[in-house]
């Protein structure tokens, strides 16, 4: 090796290249699309640097004092070119910034900064300096040929990234003015890189937003295109941003071509700072019941695109499409694990909060549009009151139900509590998969007599957020299928056929001789105030889960048994009391009444007989018992 500084050098890594080239390729990034937003990365910055420097040294921007990003294909070599005009690189540069794997000269530059005090806001990008190696990706071979600002010398950096690089003077009639050219030459299977929409749509979706212009040439030959202008949707005032501007951003980020339903845009401010432009969609996006549950916000650093894989959100908040652009998250080695920092944390409290807010306003002062968002994701947001305990009273008052009072509307907890009756402790409701077989239920026929409104539960996590025992506003939430109606303080809306309450000694008899006929297939059978109307019910003990929840967790193998139901009996029905009045002499009629209207229970929950064969007997008996009467 040669010290002459006029000399072509080739140089050994100053590390275990090899491996630490193959941990960049092959583990610290997953997608190869970054490589490109790496070296607008670097060529941003590069800009920025010359910018914080020309404040002291305006001469060093010469002629062209506009920064540029400019990106070049030329599909016939397979190769792609990203220039910029920024500071430059000297040779000791190069082999201080692209010689040495996790030390870049962004990283000493801030350090510079940061000694100096000064409070120029340098906006700088890739603290770490590997990058840049995400080019050996898509390439074969990568040449850099820089010129530093104010420098009469121009250098070549070359290397296929296998052990070793070449440094060597480059004629200045061959390099830029000012600036860094990066040249790549393709693998053969990344050649489709050099297709102008797809390096416009990867500029675009991932550096869109960087402060330096971005221009496109398609081919050799051709003339530039801008593709970026250098300024960012969400630091603009949102008072000079127009409809259709937020419209169509929307629909980049979300890949959709609805209209959003919502918009949130805000800059906080504080211990951290962070810009955020996020959108409720106008409809269901096609993966909002993905089984990973993931979010898809955007997260970048800087106005520069990190990844769109960020645990940003709550999961039930998924369904909200936007980025997040923080100035204060590191770039640290790996960009991807970006998400483990403590700072983002904080991002994710601060926003969550403030989307949950904005919600709440909407709903407030918006009622049709707040109604359509809670039609789409309202299954989605009801997770959280499972999965957010923190957040549950937030969430509560932003849920929407179906109910028997609400038609094809939606109630707001708020609005069933200030209905509720006197005399009415608790916020009753029923679980089930189907709004109109709830409706039908026998189970809420006492409570319709009441006028006592009942919220109608079709959706499978409301069985799991009711099983938490939450309460709203001091009323807890209580199934009508399960314990003690607790009706009988709250009058009928007829006062005036009110039945008597009181079984007869015969009922009371009857519903005995019930209990032990039907043995252990019930833990016991009592008289309903709850049916006014059907001759029996089932209903779940007081403590443990109701009908529905108990046959989801029986499905999904959580229960080693179920409880035993208890059978009601509404004692003033025809049917019961003719069955009460019967003599000791049809004790056998008796026992198949006493099975069948276990049956009618089950068949009116949604459920099977208990034994098929034994009630087809049983009801072969009671016809021909019919028809021998006749």
């Known amino acids: 090796m040669t010290t002459d500084t006029k000399a072509t050098e080739t140089k050994a890594f100053e590390a275990d290249v090899s491996r630490l080239l193959h941990m960049m390729v092959h583990s610290v990034y997953s997608d190869k699309d970054v490589f490109l937003r790496e070296l607008i990365s670097n060529a941003a910055d590069a800009c920025e640097k010359l910018r914080f420097e020309a404040v002291s040294r305006p001469e060093l921007l010469g002629d062209e004092p506009k920064p540029r990003i400019s990106i070049s294909a030329d599909p016939d070599n397979k190769q792609i070119t990203v220039e910029d005009n920024g500071i430059g690189m000297s040779r000791d540069d190069m082999t201080e910034a692209l010689g040495t794997i996790a030390r870049s000269g962004t990283r000493a530059f801030i350090e510079r900064v940061g000694a100096g005090n000064s409070s120029e806001d340098t906006q700088l990008i890739g603290q770490f300096g590997v990058g840049f190696y995400s080019a050996f990706m898509v390439a074969t071979h ?3 040929i820089s010129r530093l600002a104010g420098s009469e010398e121009a250098w070549r950096w070359s290397s296929d990234g296998k052990g070793s690089y070449e440094i060597a003077p480059a004629p200045l009639e061959a390099a830029p003015k000012r600036g860094t050219r990066v040249v790549l030459h393709l693998m053969d299977n990344a050649a489709s890189y050099t297709g102008s929409y797809r390096l416009e749509q990867l500029a675009k979706s991932r550096s869109g937003h ?3 212009p971005i221009t496109l040439i398609e081919k050799p030959g051709a003339e530039a295109r801008d593709i970026a202008d250098g300024t960012a949707l969400w630091v603009r005032p949102k008072s000079e941003i127009k409809p259709e501007e937020y419209t169509d951003f929307y629909r980049g980020v979300s890949g959709q071509y609805d209209e959003p339903a919502a918009t949130i845009h805000f800059r906080a401010e504080g211990r951290q700072e962070y810009s955020v432009l996020a959108f409720v969609p106008g409809s269901r996006p096609f993966d909002l019941f993905d089984q990973d549950r993931k979010g898809r916000m955007k997260l970048y650093v800087r106005r520069v695109f990190i990844t769109d894989d960020a645990d940003l959100l709550p999961r039930y908040l998924r369904f909200m499409r936007g980025l997040v652009d923080s100035a204060d998250l590191p770039l640290n080695l790996s ?28 709903a407030e002062n918006e009622t049709e549009s707040y109604a359509k968002i809670w039609e789409n994701f309202g299954v989605v947001l009801k997770e959280g009151l499972y999965e957010d305990h923190e957040r549950r009273d937030q969430l509560l008052k932003l849920a929407r139900f179906r109910s028997t009072a609400s038609g094809e509307g939606w109630r707001g907890l708020a609005d069933y509590v200030s209905a509720m009756k006197e005399g009415q402790k608790a916020i009753f409701f029923m679980a089930g998969d189907d709004r109109a077989r709830l409706e039908a239920s026998p189970q809420l026929e006492g409570f319709k007599a009441r006028g006592i409104e009942v919220l109608l539960l079709t959706d499978t996590v409301d069985s799991f957020w009711t099983s938490m025992a939450p309460e709203f506003d001091g009323k807890p939430f209580k199934s009508v299928t399960q314990g003690v109606a607790e009706l009988s303080e709250i009058p009928l809306l007829d006062e005036a056929n009110k039945p008597d309450a ?6 009371d008899g009857f519903l005995a001789f019930v209990k032990a006929a039907l043995g252990d297939a019930v833990s016991d059978v009592k008289p309903s105030d709850r049916l006014t109307e059907s001759a029996v019910c089932l209903v779940a003990p007081e403590h443990g889960p109701d009908r529905q929840f108990e046959r989801l967790l029986n499905a999904a193998g959580r229960l080693d048994k179920t409880a035993k139901p208890i059978l009601e009996i509404n004692p003033r029905h025809e049917r019961v009391l003719a069955l009460a009045s019967l003599g000791d002499d049809e004790q056998a009629f008796k026992d198949d009444a006493a099975h069948l209207l276990y049956d009618e229970a089950r068949v009116l929950d949604g459920d099977k007989p208990a034994d098929a064969r034994a009630f087809s007997e049983r009801l072969a008996r009671l016809i021909a018992r019919g028809i021998s009467k006749g």
């Open 502 to 507: 009181a079984a007869t000694p015969e009922v």
């Open 142 to 144: 990568v040449d850099v």
């Open 210 to 212: 960087v402060p330096v």
């Open 335 to 362: 960009r991807e694990m970006i998400q483990e920092s403590p700072l983002l944390a904080a991002i994710r409290k601060g926003l969550t909060n403030r989307v949950l807010g904005d919600l709440a306003k909407l």
